[in-house]
């Protein structure tokens, strides 16, 4: 863009290039923040790096092993069974939490002081650190001090399983997920319906179109793209969720809830195969990233759609 | 003061150029005002000038140094910016003295009282010094706008459209003010509006920009009465000026030279100056311009010369009446009495004077001579 | 006939809503609420009563007074406080930089920021960890504190770019016109328009580092606890106090509630990241 300059300047001064000390300024703004992250960002390649060796904490001496943990992990059970552990608990919590957070956020579209008070009161999980959640769950669903076994006495069910069983971990597990992170879908919607323009709304009205039309017609894609944004940070986060899993049975019972997360966890800490895990992470990585583009590109191209562009 | 020259700017936004290599130079004291339609570069100008926008090619010159690498702060320049620019955060008071308690242009705070008390006596805000900008209208949010840059003594005063928000009656009071400011401080003055009576009432000389190039400088006489095209000869006067498209042609009773009007038949006569001219030009297709006061309309035929048409609208507007006229499906605007009254689709006859038409080339629109041209052209073609 | 048909619709309409309210917000409100209740339980009334029970303050003498729940609640507040100020200073910086410069690279920059957002923790972690234990930051609050930088620094920089970016760019020209520096206009009239917004998302940002399990589980030791881990081992021990449980909870989950309650306005905009003005 500079590139005529040159020949109309006087003497030795490019006047058409911004002086140095002014281009370099942002550069010096944002490095401190930069250097903060990039330290850590050392990490990640170490562990590209690590993945090819046989490091361990056992061991003192450690060598290049080229792909063999890769290898050993593409033929493992062990490793598709928690890529298909990883992906139904992702879709699961986060399909949970996207229809109860869109029903809920439309239940309070209406302005009531009601609805007022719970939209407040809505985003106090939401602060909750899963592990204290599962905390929290536990004296609900504790088979002798929990009010639910008691609920659940009436029905006829005593000793109901939760956490305890396989057949209900996971259902225990995504109940607490969508305890804690079904009021983030909530508020995204809401901000999505309080962002809707009157106008289309009215022209429908006047042009007698019914509810549920101008719903399927107007509503919904207009929101689509504030549930895609809280579709996108849902699945990023319980595609690689810890903390509820590890704090409610460390992935047990068995290897019920055994989420690449979790393998990871325990083959490099339990086990102390710490080159073994790291290719399982990042597939995981390899996972979240891919998805995380598409969802973007999806969601731009929705927003641009609503706005009209 | 300051004089501010401009050598060969250009400006790009990604692949859009805003400025193409402008060339300026606005003199000492002088009010220079930049005119044109909107997205023209006006304000992209004036951003080059302060500091905001840096050119990717040309210089900026204040006062004779290239001040390219110089940053805003240290051009000594102010600005009256279009959307306000106002600290949100600080009062009134506060907005118009910042400028002087920055530490380039410190003044301590007597002063800053007493120069903040002046200008806003002038800007008639000296009840609102308390007020947070957000507290204030339109109109109000302009006026401190225009009194933080007016409280300075700066290089250069940069003005983005500093009235177009005030209603007319203040607007006029304004005007008369900034003037009359001018011509006590001896001030440099570059003045950007869209409204071509603020320009041509407050210019020393006007500079008409299109799609980011100069198209015209010059004073508001020679852009009203010898514009370069027929671009600026519409910007300028209202109603706006009326194109006719003609042709020469052979007087049958003189043997002249003379054009006819497309869809009319009569032969026009033409001066011997313009004549001349547009017998060594070669285009035959020739638009005539002619503004609405250099008609004149009768309700019946007067004879040669005099065209028919009908009356499609009939605007009173106060001192004047604004009457449209049909004349073989091209919409003419006149000028007439502010008690003419006339009945839609009456016929009316309509006589140009031709002594006060502009001629422009059909094809390329472009200016070619008007009657007695050497008269409006005494100052030249400004620098350009 | 007509007007009647209608507002016996409507009845029902908003019979139906607040009865879906309701129960949603039984769901999200009751186990909270639960907690308290049994925070305030004895050992004994926790089996045998549900709703009826004599409150006691037992539960909280045991979590508090001669353990290491009050050290971890300080310890915690030390690191995800620590942690909010670094990022303050060094992200705010930052976001103005990517909100108002242009300069090569800088949509990658603020993407590759982001996308610490969306790295899987645990993978980040143990490479951490070996180095970590190598520079001896293992269990230390300045290893902490520049990990959590992870959490933080994304969040503030994104949310606050997005204030920035609300303020007109005049603004800061009319400022530079006035005769300031960029560092005055940054922290004199750009800081302190901003500051609503910023104070909010340095909140929220204090929260996810409060919140944070997996960072302290594997980076910290005897030294350095926080709630989250220690909190956990109520459970985990072999007679569960269910009592100590609830008051745990309720520690680590108050000033979360009190802080969300002060920044409602700008939580949407936080939690995505800028994404929603919300």
Known sequence: MFVKSEKKVSGEVNYNKIPAHIRRRPYYIIAPGLIILIGILIPFVTAIFLSFTNYSFRLP???????????????????????????????????????LGTGVALLLRKDTRYSRILKVLFTFPLMVAPAIAVLIWQLMTSNTVGVLEKVLNIFGVYNFPWAAS??????????????????????????????????????????????????????FPMLKPFMYIALLFRLMASLQEFGIIYALSKGGPGDTLMNISLSGYINGFTYQKLAGALPYLLVLWFIINKTAKFLVKRQRFLANQAAGR | MAQIELEGITKRFGKISALNNINLKVEDNEFFVLFGPAGAGKTTLLKTIAGAEFPE????????????????????????????????????????????????????????????????????????????PSQLSNGQRQRVALGRCLVREPNVFLMDEPL??????????????LKEMQTSINSTTIYVTHDYMEAMSLADRIAVLNHGEIVQIGTAQEMYYTPCNEFVACLFGEPEINLLEGKKCVCSRTGEMSLSIVGSDKALELEADVRNVLAQHGADNIHIGIRGNDIQFAFEDL????????????????????????????????????????????????????????????????????????????????VQ | MEKRKVSIGNILEAIGRNLGLTLFAMFALFPLIWMVICAFKSDAQMYNTVFRFTPTLENFKAVLVGT????????????????????????????YALARYNFKKKEDVAFQILSFKFAPEIMVILPIFLIFQKIHLYDTYFGLIWVYQLITMPLLIWVVRGYFEDISVEV?????????????????????????????????????????????????????????????RYIASDTVHYGQVAVASTIAVLPEVIVALFIQKHLVRGLSFGAVKG
């Open chain 2, 57 to 132: 090619e040309g210089l900026v010159r204040i006062d004779g140094k290239i001040v390219n690498h110089v940053e805003s702060k240290d051009r000594n320049v102010s600005m009256v910016f279009e959307n306000y620019a106002l600290y949100p955060n600080l009062s009134v008071y506060d907005n118009i003295a910042s400028p002087m308690r920055s530490k380039l242009y410190k003044k301590d705070e007597e002063y800053i009282k007493k120069a903040v008390n002046k200008v806003t006596e002038m800007m008639k805000i000296n009840h609102l010094l308390d007020r947070r």
């Open chain 3, 172 to 232: 800061e020209q009319a400022a530079q016109l006035d005769g300031y520096a960029w560092y005055e206009i940054f922290l004199k009239t750009l800081v302190p328009l901003i500051k609503p917004g910023l104070v909010a998302s340095a909140l929220l940002a204090f929260i996810f580092a409060w919140n944070s399990f997996t960072f302290p589980l594997i980076l910290s030791g005897f030294k350095i606890q926080t709630i989250t881990i220690t909190a956990l």
């Open chain 3, 68 to 95: 290491d729940y009050f050290k971890a609640f300080f310890q915690n507040l030390i690191v995800a406080g620590g942690a909010v100020i670094i990022t303050v200073l060094a992200g705010v910086p930052c976001a």
């Open chain 2, 303 to 382: 004879g040669d010369e005099w065209i028919k048409g009908s009356v499609y609208a009939n605007e009173p507007i106060g001192n004047k009446v604004i009457m449209t006229i049909m004349v073989a499906d091209k919409k003419i605007a006149i000028t007439c009495p502010n008690d003419t009254v006339a009945d839609m689709d009456q016929d009316v006859y309509i006589k140009l004077n031709l002594k006060k038409a502009l001629i422009f080339d059909g094809n390329t629109e472009e200016f070619i001579t008007r009657h007695n041209i050497d008269s409006f052209k005494k100052q030249g073609k400004g």
């Open chain 1, 61 to 99: 001496k450690w060598g290049f092993v080229g792909l063999k943990n890769w290898i050993n992990m593409f033929k493992s059970k062990e490793f598709y069974h928690a890529v298909w552990v990883t992906l139904k608990y992702g879709i699961l919590a986060t399909g949970v939490e996207m229809l």
């Open chain 1, 166 to 219: 396989h057949s209900t971990a996971m259902f225990t597990a995504i109940l607490i997920d969508a305890w804690v992170n079904t009021s983030f879908v909530i508020l995204l919607v809401l901000a999505g319906i309080q962002s809707l323009p009157k106008s289309p709304f009215e022209a429908a009205a006047v042009d007698g179109a019914g509810g549920w039309f101008t719903f399927k017609t107007l509503t």
């Open chain 2, 164 to 177: 177009a928000h005030l209603d007319a009656k203040l607007r006029h009071f304004m005007r008369g003010e």
